[in-house]
């Protein structure tokens, strides 16, 4: 479905539908595609490894830029690419609430990319393998079938993915291969094959850091300072543009379907539809950057809520390894030297640190992340009222800016950076609800979900992670006057809003639904009655008596 107009231009919210992203031709992204790889591929590639070598893909879904697929090319004869579906991924619930772990939408935006890193693959001479169980069964299973000495795999950083890992690897060791695998003496003396783990997923690299996981700032900035100063951006691996041999293999298996996934397909007809893959992904990249030049201007535009080209929208493709980091960056360098530098250009790179960061920090706390205290182990008293819960996961909440953001994310799975924190605050300091739902409800709708960010953002903005102001408060009134000013967001996914003067669509009152709870700061009409808002902060969340700012 192409878009029927463009947000930005439009006169009326309602006159848009559904706007893919991105939002190029089939031929314009395989252009973009051929064009991209070559740039990234170097002749001067040579393989010195012998035997077979397995890639295990996980959350690194993509072929440029691909240290896993980079290594065992080049450490072998042959490479064998494996994709396992795991029950545990697509059809377990969620940690506390039991949500499902994986919605529909994300799981469609998977497949997607599963598709088009096969057809990618296929290109340069492989394929990809895809089964269906755990991959601690699986992939000693093929290793064995295919005598290989070495199975290579994207590290991760979150206990279920890490124990994934270290399940793989005891199996492993009960594998007994010929000893003609092309093991070398390096790689062990033992005649089993081995998990190498390989970094990625984030700009800088983790042996690049001036600190140990251990002694990680607690605070952004002084890990972000610290790392501009000290640390340089690996460049992208060049691969060479032929990847084959491919192993004899009689059934490389189907991308299943959303239904074979126990999932429940859900079609995207209103605001943005996100297409999953690689292809895209760069479609995406020259699209924002080159082809529309938005990127001079994203620091201004940034905070938007409506259409697809207020933000670069790369975090579904960042989550899911269709897109590397370092290639934005590299983008972001070849941009700045090519049409311009400003603040604009460097705060995509800003941003993209704030991702590695919450990586980082989720090695150093490792499983707090998840619990109700957060790294800090705060002791406050949360509700879990399923009335209120209800009412915010289903935008009933009397308020148009938080009812609009959570329509969006239901119906989309995607939400605006600006409306990720406003729904927190919201649910966490004027209802009081465990901080955990809002991030489980998020785990499940999320296209752009990984634990690290996601967990990270709701204890940041819970006041439990990593946050120096640990009562940061977003006011409804003063984000609806700032950032929908003339209430085309709430108007678009609130369509009973459309007919209001445009200056009532976010202060509607009893022209909309009654609001659940009043708000500890803020009203529509200014911010009266802040003492008794904030006595009422105290009682509730056990404040300090520390002043809070509404932002």
Same mark, same amino acid.
């Given at each position: 479905?192409? %878009?029927?107009?463009?947000?930005?231009?439009?006169? %009326?919210?309602?006159?848009?539908?559904?706007?893919?992203?991105?939002?190029?031709?089939?031929?314009?992204?395989?252009?973009?595609?051929?064009?991209?790889?070559?740039?990234?591929?170097?002749?001067?590639?040579?393989?010195?490894?012998?035997?077979?070598?397995?890639?295990?893909?996980?959350?690194?879904?993509?072929?440029?830029?691909?240290?896993?697929?980079?290594?065992?090319?080049?450490?072998?004869?042959?490479?064998? #690419?494996?994709?396992?579906?795991?029950?545990?991924?697509?059809?377990?619930?969620?940690?506390?609430?039991?949500?499902? !772990?994986?919605?529909?939408?994300?799981?469609?935006?998977?497949?997607?990319?599963?598709?088009?890193?096969? !057809?990618?693959?296929?290109?340069?001479?492989?394929?990809?393998?895809?089964?269906?169980?755990?991959?601690?069964?699986?992939?000693? @299973?093929?290793?064995?079938?295919?005598?290989?000495?070495?199975?290579?795999?994207?590290?991760?950083?979150?206990?279920?993915?890490?124990?994934?890992?270290?399940?793989?690897?005891?199996?492993?060791?009960?594998?007994?291969? #010929?000893?003609?695998?092309?093991?070398?003496? %390096?790689?062990?003396? /033992? +005649?089993?094959?081995?998990?190498?783990?390989?970094?990625?997923?984030?700009?800088?690299?983790?042996?690049?850091?001036?600190?140990?996981?251990?002694?990680?700032?607690?605070? &952004?900035?002084?890990?972000?300072?610290?790392?501009? /100063?000290?640390?340089?951006?690996?460049?992208?691996?060049?691969?060479?543009? %032929?990847?084959?041999? @491919?192993?004899?293999?009689?059934?490389?298996?189907?991308? #299943?379907?959303?239904?074979?996934?126990?999932?429940?397909?859900?079609?995207?007809? !209103?605001?943005?539809?996100?297409?999953?893959?690689?292809?895209?992904?760069?479609?995406?990249?020259?699209?924002?950057?080159?082809?529309?030049?938005?990127?001079?201007?994203?620091?201004?535009?940034?905070?938007?809520?409506?259409?697809?080209?207020?933000?670069?929208?790369?975090?579904?493709?960042?989550?899911?390894?269709?897109?590397?980091?370092?290639?934005?960056?590299?983008?972001?360098?070849?941009?700045?030297?090519?049409?311009?530098?400003?603040?604009?250009?460097?705060?995509?790179?800003?941003?993209?640190?704030?991702?590695? &960061?919450?990586?980082?920090?989720?090695?150093?706390?490792?499983?707090?992340?998840?619990?109700?205290?957060? #790294?800090?182990?705060?002791?406050?008293?949360?509700?879990?009222?399923?009335?209120?819960?209800?009412?915010?996961?289903?935008?009933?909440?009397?308020?148009?800016?938080?009812? @609009?953001?959570?329509?969006?994310?239901?119906?989309?799975?995607?939400?605006?950076?600006?409306?990720?924190?406003?729904?927190?605050?919201?649910?966490?300091?004027?209802?009081?609800?465990?901080?955990?739902?809002? /991030?489980?409800?998020?785990?499940?709708?999320?296209?752009?979900?990984?634990?690290?960010?996601?967990?990270?953002?709701?204890? &940041?903005?819970?006041?439990?992670? +990593?946050?120096?102001?640990?009562?940061?408060?977003?006011?409804?009134?003063?984000?609806?006057?700032?950032?929908?000013?003339?209430?085309?967001?709430? @108007?678009?996914?609130?369509?009973?809003?459309?007919?209001?003067?445009?200056?009532?669509?976010?202060?509607?009152?009893?022209?909309?639904?009654?609001?659940?709870?009043?708000?500890?700061?803020?009203?529509?009409?200014?911010?009266?009655?802040?003492?008794?808002?904030?006595?009422?902060?105290?009682? +509730?969340?056990?404040?300090?008596?520390?002043?809070?700012?509404? &932002?």
């Amino acid at each position: 479905m192409n %878009s029927i107009s463009d947000s930005s231009s439009s006169s %009326s919210s309602s006159k848009v539908m559904c706007q893919l992203v991105p939002g190029l031709d089939t031929n314009e992204k395989e252009y973009i595609l051929d064009q991209t790889f070559e740039r990234y591929t170097s002749k001067m590639v040579k393989r010195n490894g012998k035997g077979a070598a397995i890639v295990w893909f996980r959350n690194d879904l993509r072929v440029l830029d691909n240290e896993v697929l980079f290594k065992a090319w080049v450490n072998s004869e042959c490479v064998l #690419p494996v994709y396992c579906v795991d029950p545990r991924v697509f059809q377990a619930s969620t940690c506390y609430f039991g949500f499902p !772990k994986t919605g529909g939408l994300r799981g469609q935006f998977i497949l997607e990319c599963l598709v088009d890193l096969k !057809k990618n693959l296929m290109k340069r001479g492989l394929n990809l393998l895809i089964r269906h169980g755990k991959p601690e069964e699986i992939i000693p @299973a093929l290793a064995k079938d295919f005598a290989s000495h070495t199975v290579y795999a994207q590290k991760e950083t979150c206990s279920e993915e890490v124990n994934v890992e270290k399940l793989v690897s005891k199996a492993l060791r009960r594998v007994h291969l #010929p000893h003609s695998t092309g093991r070398s003496t %390096s790689q062990g003396s /033992a +005649n089993s094959p081995t998990l190498q783990l390989v970094w990625g997923g984030t700009m800088y690299h983790l042996d690049d850091l001036p600190f140990s996981t251990n002694s990680i700032p607690d605070v &952004y900035t002084q890990f972000r300072k610290s790392v501009e /100063a000290k640390c340089s951006i690996r460049s992208c691996a060049k691969i060479s543009m %032929s990847l084959g041999p @491919a192993p004899r293999v009689e059934d490389w298996g189907c991308v #299943p379907s959303i239904e074979q996934l126990g999932l429940q397909p859900q079609e995207v007809s !209103k605001g943005m539809r996100f297409l999953g893959g690689e292809t895209a992904a760069l479609s995406r990249v020259y699209e924002y950057f080159w082809k529309k030049d938005f990127l001079k201007i994203y620091k201004e535009t940034r905070n938007g809520m409506l259409g697809p080209d207020y933000s670069t929208k790369f975090s579904p493709w960042l989550a899911s390894g269709s897109l590397s980091p370092r290639f934005i960056y590299e983008e972001v360098k070849r941009y700045e030297k090519g049409r311009l530098a400003n603040d604009s250009t460097y705060w995509v790179l800003f941003e993209l640190i704030w991702r590695d &960061y919450f990586r980082f920090i989720s090695f150093k706390y490792g499983n707090s992340i998840f619990h109700i205290g957060g #790294p800090r182990n705060v002791e406050r008293r949360w509700s879990q009222d399923q009335r209120l819960f209800d009412s915010w996961r289903n935008g009933c909440t009397g308020y148009p800016l938080i009812d @609009a953001n959570m329509k969006e994310l239901s119906a989309t799975g995607f939400m605006s950076n600006r409306g990720r924190q406003i729904v927190c605050s919201f649910l966490v300091r004027d209802m009081g609800i465990d901080w955990r739902m809002g /991030a489980e409800w998020f785990e499940t709708f999320l296209l752009d979900y990984d634990p690290c960010s996601n967990y990270g953002n709701w204890t &940041y903005g819970a006041g439990v992670g +990593n946050d120096p102001r640990e009562d940061r408060y977003f006011s409804i009134p003063k984000q609806a006057q700032t950032y929908d000013p003339e209430g085309e967001y709430v @108007a678009y996914w609130l369509p009973q809003l459309q007919e209001l003067p445009k200056e009532k669509r976010n202060f509607p009152g009893k022209l909309y639904m009654e609001q659940i709870v009043p708000l500890k700061f803020g009203n529509p009409n200014g911010h009266r009655g802040q003492d008794r808002a904030s006595a009422a902060r105290k009682t +509730n969340y056990g404040g300090r008596g520390r002043k809070t700012k509404g &932002y």
